[in-house]
């Protein structure tokens, strides 16, 4: 079954405690994204990639890090994680950067940082 | 700058017809998607238009002006189901997606 998979979907954690929030797909995809959703907010792409070791950053990626070491993970990384980053997250695929078909989405992380 | 605008919430009754509007800003267009998204769950692919016109796919449609920088999703026979946000993107001249804020969509019996 062609999907992207997300762990941890939930976690709660503390201030400056670092963490790993990791992405696969099995479709093969060359581009891939994270995106964090807040109410009222929409979705806002954080890193994206659009091939192996190629990373680009979006429109939040203050306090993230992303690396694209093969081309099925893409794991997002805070290193010093805040309040302000609770937040659900999203990791997204799609066959190519120029591409016109769908993204296709993990299940999403919901993250607390007290 | 981008800009993408869609209504916060609407609501509509049960077997009723409810038409929600995207009006886009954008730097080029290389066409615009509508997914639906449950609370808390992933959203998922609705439709892609990238000509003018209305493309229909059982229940639900979705139009495009280009000129315009309009679309709408219109969703006929509605149900319970689908209670959800609306998400309507646009991917730009560097083939990102723009992303409005979402439609709330509430459905009353």
């Known amino acids: 079954e062609a999907q992207v998979t997300q762990n941890p979907r939930y976690l709660i954690t503390v201030t400056g405690k670092k963490l790993t929030v990791t992405c696969s797909q099995n479709m093969n995809h060359e581009y891939m994204s994270w995106y964090r959703q807040d109410p009222g907010l929409g979705l806002r792409q954080i890193y994206y990639s659009m091939n192996v070791e190629v990373t680009d950053k979006g429109d939040v990626p203050e306090g993230y890090k992303v690396s694209r070491k093969e081309k099925r993970n893409f794991p997002l990384i805070l290193e010093s994680p805040s309040p302000n980053q609770t937040s659900l997250y999203f990791c997204?695929?799609?066959?190519?950067?120029?591409?016109?078909?769908?993204?296709?989405f993990g299940e999403g992380s919901r993250l607390t940082v007290l | 700058g981008q800009n993408i605008d869609q209504p916060t919430e609407m609501t509509a009754t049960e077997g009723a017809i409810v038409q929600i509007n995207c009006t886009y800003q954008t730097s080029g267009f290389n066409g615009l998607f509508w997914y639906q998204q449950h609370a808390g769950e992933a959203p998922t692919f609705l439709s892609y238009n990238v000509l003018d016109g209305l493309e229909e796919k059982g229940r639900f449609s979705s139009f495009l002006s280009r000129s315009k920088g309009y679309s709408y999703l219109l969703l006929k026979e509605l149900q319970m189901k689908d209670s959800a946000s609306y998400l309507c993107?646009?991917?730009?001249?560097?083939?990102?997606?723009?992303w409005g804020a979402g439609t709330k969509l509430i459905i009353k019996p």
């Open positions: 993107a646009v991917l730009d001249s560097n083939y990102q997606l723009i």
């Open positions: 997204a695929s799609r066959s190519g950067q120029t591409d016109t078909g769908e993204l296709f």
